[in-house]
Structures are given as C-alpha cells and as structure tokens.
C-alpha cells in the first residue's frame, strides 16, 4: 500500500524583513492523516503552517523561497488563485473567531462568498457542515441565535463548521484547543480524529501529549528548523535526534 | 562655589523639601482634614455645577417656549405653514420642512462619503497616509462654521446660479456646506468603529478564500455596524443644530422647498434671524422652536444609546 502523499514542501524559508524564520524545511504530508507540529514558542511551526496557505502574505514584509506542492501543484506560482487555494485549504485559529453573526449565517458565509444563493442548498451545507463538526444536536435547534452567545468550545467547533462548509481537502489547525477547557478539548480532539476519514490534518499544539494522542505523524520544530519528523510513535518513543529527546522530556521549552 | 559643594547644597535643599513634605501630611492627618476629600468636594461641585447648568438652560427653554407651544396646539404649531409672527400666525412647518430637507439632502452624499473614505482609511491606505488623513479630518472639523458658509456664498452659490439655476440660495447649497461639515463626525466616528473590529474576523474571512473587498462588506462593516449608525445619527444632530453656515446660503424664505433649487430657512436660522426683533409671542414661539428642536436631540440621543447597547449585546467579544 502506497500512501499518497497530499501536500510536499520543498526548501520552504520564510523571512519577516530581516529575521528569518523558517530555514528550508521539506516536509511530506500523507493524505487522510494527522500531522502534527510541535516545538517551542517562536520556533516557526505557526508560520510553516500559515505558508500552506499563503496567510503568511497579509504581514507586510514576508518573503518566501521555496515551494509548497499540494496534490503536486505549485502553491507558489503567477496562477495560483489564492482564493482558490484557500476554499481547497481551510484553517482553525487559536482564538476561536466566530464572526458577530447567527451560527446559521457563520456557517453559510463561506458558501455564499462563493457563490452559492439557492436557501435549500445552504440549509443543506449548514446542516451537515454542523453534522460533522458534531455541533448539530447542540445548536440545531437555534441557527438564529448569535454565535458569540455559544460557549469556547462550541464556538472553536462552529469554526470548523464553517470550514467543512467550503468543502476543503485540507484542515490546517493552529493550536486549535489552547483557548479550551479540558472536556472542550477532548471533544475536540474525538472530532479531529473522526475528520481525518475525509481530510487531511496539520495540526500546530503546544501540548505534546495532545500531539501523541491525536496523530500519525509529528515534526519537531526548532529555531525555524524541522529537526525531526516521523510516525508520532516513532518520535515519542524512540527519538532520533537528541534536541528531540530534550524536548519531549521536558528538559527545556 | 564649585560644582562640588552645588551638589551638596542641591542634596540638602532635596532632604529638607522632603521633610517639609513629611510633616506637612503628618500635620494634616494629626488634625484631621482630609486633602483628598476637599479634592472630591471640589470635583463633585464642579460636576454639580455643570448638570445644574444643563438643567436650568433646558428648564428655562421649556418654560419660555411650552406655553406657546399649548396655546397655538402642538398639531398647528408644528405643521401649520404660515410663520407670520407679528400678525399672530405662529406655524413652524415650512422651517421644519427646510431642516429635514436640508439634513437630509447633506446626510445623502456625506454618509457614502465619509463611510467610502473610512474605510479606505483603515483598510487600504498605508499607515501614514492614514495618520494624515486623521489630521485633515481634524483641521476640517476645527473650521469655523461662518467660514464655510462664507465659502459657500462665495463659491457654491454663484456655481449653482450659473450651471444649475435659481438665485443659488437653495436647499442644495446648505446641503453641500452641511454635509463638508459633518463629514469629520462621519468619518471619525465609523473610522474609530471599523478599526475596533478584532482582526481574527478579517483573517478568519480570508482564510475562508473571501477576497478583502467581501471580507469588508460582509464581515468588518456589519461588525462595526453599531458604531456606524451612531456616526451617521451623530452627523445628523449636528446638521440640524447648525446655524451660521445654513443661514449664509439657504436664502431663509418661509417656504416649502420644492425642489433642492429652491431656498428654504431650518429652524435654527428662524430663531437666529428673527431673535434680534422678538418680543412677546414672538419671542417665545422662538423658544418654542428651540423646543422642538430640543426634543429632536435628545431623541438622536437616545437612539444613539439604544443602537451601541444592541451593538454590545450582539457583537462577540
């Protein structure tokens, strides 16, 4: 069996003006997996995973060399459409940011950006998107309610409702259950692995044993340098690299 | 005296101010007088003093004007369109008429005006050309009002007598003047708003693959919408206060204007023209239309209130 490999990243640096914060990273993400990112604050894992879908571009004054495959077509390139590239590659922040909206119309903004009007087909896309973000039995009854009035967690879960509504391929994650309680972040994590069926998952913690419970793959990021990177097993329990070792163990970070 | 014993003399002067400072506390607290009372009776008396004057001036509008007002009956007083006060005719409604005309004929172009240049402001111009924009917007708000009514007897007027017709004084030109005149509201106020929308709602829309001229449409404008509405319902209590510049281009008749072309006199250039020469019922059918216009405030006010509460309760965080 041959597991495809979904997105490629080939030499990837990024530059902030004269700080450099990633340093040539290659990374091969496998379809319908959970990778996950871990490292030190500041050591570049947010920024690698905002370089998939070129956020990084909004902060005046970033470069970037090298290239990013998805599917094995450049994400960097004159006719890459951004919008494009980023209806295919949806993204969860830390802060769950809910737009001052009712959870329908949260849910429906992305389609309707892209141009779907029919009701019946956004009633339909809000209601599985919701479905699938196992948020529909708590909120189906009150679409019209405003998002904000939800708690942490389900807002964080609406996020990602309204990131299935665009029909992405790829979920990028950045440290999505920071902002969450304990029972919100199990629940969270149930639904990333429920995801990974249907999408393929990078995902940024801070948490290690997070990052050991919920994925296939890890890489280890330091001062803008991809360490190591291999089957989360592998990683957690039998580290190759020795800056590994130290920050797995608690030695420093 | 050399520097050195300068230094000494500096030091002890220091330690004896000091002292002088310890004992005088000591002193006020060994007698019992408090400083930071009288500071706060200072304070409270100053604000006591400002809602004691809020209260008589609007006390005393009410007292000259109300009675009036009940004797002509407020339906005839507001709506009757024969102002002539020296024969006994007190109706206010052509002036009402010119205010909401000229209001709103300047709330027209300066709304989508001032809304545009906020918005570019925030979102699409560099910092510093922002920051100076803030200061133009400022120096525009700081003009004397009779300098723009002077502007446009000047300028506006002529223009409109030649190119569109009519003697110039018009329902237009006091809207042109108004509205420059509220744009610094407009656009301070819904700047300030649209900057306070958190960033994560513009990187989230991004994110979602919305470009940034929806990701303002549809996004930061109806988060900042609270504060938007209260910018336009602001400018509008300050184009229906103004006085000088509307009374230096309006022409003041005491008609209902029928078109933007034709002159027409606000409520606030009635009281201004005619306050010099009033007596009697006269006079206080001027206080009486300080009255309204009073009352039209104070609900602007109100809605204003109203419109920043459901902002609060809506809006996330």
């Known amino acids: 069996m041959n597991p495809k490999i979904k997105i490629k990243t080939s030499d990837i640096s990024v530059f902030y003006k004269d700080f450099q914060a990633l340093h040539g990273i290659n990374m091969d993400i496998q379809e319908h997996k959970v990778t996950a990112l871990i490292g030190p604050s500041g050591c570049g894992k947010s920024t690698f995973l905002r370089s998939i879908n070129r956020l990084n571009e909004l902060i005046a004054g970033t470069v970037i060399r090298g290239q990013i495959y998805i599917d094995a077509s450049p994400v960097y390139c004159k006719e890459m459409d951004v919008v494009a590239l980023r209806k295919q590659v949806g993204m969860v922040f830390q802060k769950p940011s809910v737009f001052p909206m009712s959870i329908y119309e949260n849910v429906a903004y992305g389609p309707r950006i892209h141009g779907i009007k029919n009701r019946e087909q956004l009633d339909e896309i809000v209601e599985n998107s919701l479905k699938a973000a196992n948020l529909w039995g708590e909120v189906g009854e009150r679409l019209n309610a405003p998002a904000a009035g939800l708690s942490g967690g389900q807002q964080q879960r609406l996020v990602i409702a309204r990131v299935l509504a665009v029909e992405p391929q790829v979920i990028l994650m950045d440290e999505p259950a920071s902002a969450l309680d304990p029972i919100s972040t199990a629940r969270l994590e149930e639904l990333i692995g429920e995801l990974k069926k249907n999408y393929t998952i990078v995902i940024v913690t801070h948490n290690m044993q997070q990052a050991a419970r919920i994925s296939d793959y890890t890489g280890f990021f330091l001062n803008g340098e991809l360490v190591e990177f291999s089957a989360t097993n592998e990683l957690f329990v039998n580290p190759r690299d020795q800056r590994t070792e130290d920050y797995i163990t608690g030695r420093f970070g | ?317």
């Not at chain 2, 009410?62 to 024969?87: C, H, M, S, Y």
């Not at chain 2, 606030?268 to 005619?274: H, K, P």
Request: net charge positive; aromatic share 6%.
């Open chain 2, 1 to 317: 005296m050399n520097n050195r014993t300068q230094e000494i003399t500096v030091g002890t002067m220091d330690a004896a101010k000091l002292l002088a400072i310890r004992s005088f506390t000591r002193k006020n607290s060994t007698l019992g007088f408090n400083r930071d009372k009288l500071v706060e009776t200072i304070l409270m008396l100053n604000a006591a003093i400002f809602i004691l004057a809020i209260a008589a001036i609007s006390l005393f509008i009410l007292i000259r004007g109300l009675p009036l007002i009940f004797k002509v009956g407020i339906t005839d007083f507001l709506l009757q369109l024969e102002w002539n006060p020296t024969a006994g005719s007190f109706g206010i409604g052509t002036m009402l008429a010119g205010t909401l005309a000229v209001t709103l004929t300047a709330l027209l172009w300066a709304v989508p005006m001032g809304l545009a240049t906020s918005i570019f402001m925030v979102e699409l111009a560099p910092p510093r050309i922002g920051t100076l924009m803030g200061s133009l917007v400022e120096l525009l708000a700081g003009i004397p009002s009779v300098v723009y009514g002077f502007f446009g007897l000047i300028v506006i007027i002529p223009f409109i007598r030649n190119y569109l017709g009519g003697s110039g004084l018009s329902v237009l030109a006091g809207a042109i003047v108004l509205g420059v005149m509220i744009l610094p509201t407009i656009i301070n106020i819904s700047r300030d708003a649209i900057a306070a929308v958190p960033l994560d709602y513009k990187v989230g829309s991004l994110a979602l693959g919305a470009s940034h001229y929806q990701s303002i449409r549809r996004v930061i404008l109806p988060a900042a919408r609270s504060g938007i509405i209260t910018a336009i319902i602001l400018g509008m209590g300050r184009a229906i206060g103004e006085t000088m510049a509307v009374v230096m281009v309006t022409g003041n008749s005491t008609i209902i204007p029928h078109s933007i072309l034709s002159p027409t006199r606000t409520m606030t250039s009635n009281i201004v023209l005619e306050m010099g020469y009033a007596s009697g019922d006269h006079q206080a059918a001027l206080f009486a239309t300080g009255v309204v216009l009073f009352i039209f405030i104070v609900i602007l006010n109100l809605v204003v209130n109203l419109t920043l509460k459901a902002g609060k309760n809506y809006g996330a965080n």
